[in-house]
């Protein structure tokens, strides 16, 4: 079902690991609910704080702009994006590589942790 379905295909390994990690401990069926969504909700904020260190990302902007992105639609500006960075800014150079990385990981983490989950 997880190969089938493209909207799954970017949750794939997380629900597999859920499943190796968690399904031999439940055994009552309401508590997989529960037990799925502390789960999720520790996955994504793990993947939120490593992407915020490994970006040098102010958290605060970052949710901001994941919160604007997932409203409109509309993947962040370049601008905007370059805002969230700490510390010293890139050079004219830099600008536009690090922002298509950066704004390509945000895009990829609302796909994974938010679009078509409901926790």
Same mark, same amino acid.
């Given at each position: 079902m997880l190969d089938g379905q493209v909207s799954l295909r970017s949750k794939r390994e997380l629900i597999k690991k859920f499943i190796d990690e968690n399904m031999k401990y439940i055994s009552d069926s309401d508590d997989l609910t529960d037990q799925f969504t502390k789960f999720w909700t520790k996955e994504k904020n793990k993947a939120f704080?490593?992407?915020?260190?490994?970006?040098?990302? #102010?958290? !605060?902007?970052? &949710?901001?702009?994941?919160?604007?992105?997932?409203?409109? #639609?509309? !993947?962040?500006? &370049?601008?905007?994006?370059?805002?969230?960075?700490?510390?010293?800014?890139?050079?004219? &150079?830099?600008r536009k590589p690090l922002a298509q990385r950066i704004i390509s990981r945000l895009t990829g983490f609302v796909e994974t942790f938010i679009n078509g989950i409901d926790v």
């Open positions: 704080s490593t992407l915020c260190t490994e970006e040098n990302l #102010s958290a !605060e902007k970052c &949710r901001a702009i994941i919160d604007q992105y997932i409203y409109t #639609s509309r !993947e962040p500006l &370049r601008d905007d994006v370059l805002d969230m960075l700490l510390g010293k800014k890139p050079g004219v &150079r830099e």
